[in-house]
């Protein structure tokens, strides 16, 4: 059993910055390619973000490319979002996820993958 806990959602003016946190139970967590999602009112979850294994390769959705960064400490079972420049569309639930797997790049359908967080909000103001 995987357990996924997220932190760091807030309110933002349009064009701050701020920085989410997925903890990850379990020793086996440098095994897993870790994503990230989001869902805003009345639409679809949609892929954010995925970082391999070691941390050193990374994917990004074209809507986040070149403002939204993600790391991993292996170390301390964590995976981070950097996200700047945020816009009133970066508006919504996000969710770190993991389908137990190893494979890069990772799905970026949400039904392929296994365990999931509760979520953290993010609201941008104009």
């Known amino acids: 059993q995987v357990h996924l806990v997220e932190s760091g959602g807030g309110l933002v003016q349009a064009g701050g910055s701020l920085r989410l946190s997925c903890v990850v139970s379990?020793?086996?967590?440098?095994?897993?390619?870790i994503s990230w999602f989001r869902q805003a009112p009345g639409k679809e979850r949609e892929f954010v973000a995925a970082i391999s294994r070691g941390g050193s390769t990374t994917s990004y959705a074209d809507s986040v490319k070149g403002r939204f960064t993600i790391s991993r400490d292996n170390a301390k079972n964590t995976v981070s979002l950097q996200m700047n420049s945020l816009k009133p569309e970066d508006t919504a639930v996000y969710y770190c996820a993991t389908d137990s797997g190893s494979a890069y790049p990772p799905p970026r359908r949400p039904n392929s993958y296994d365990y999931w967080g509760q979520g953290t909000q993010v609201t941008v103001s104009s």
């Open positions: 379990g020793s086996t967590f440098r095994r897993y390619v």
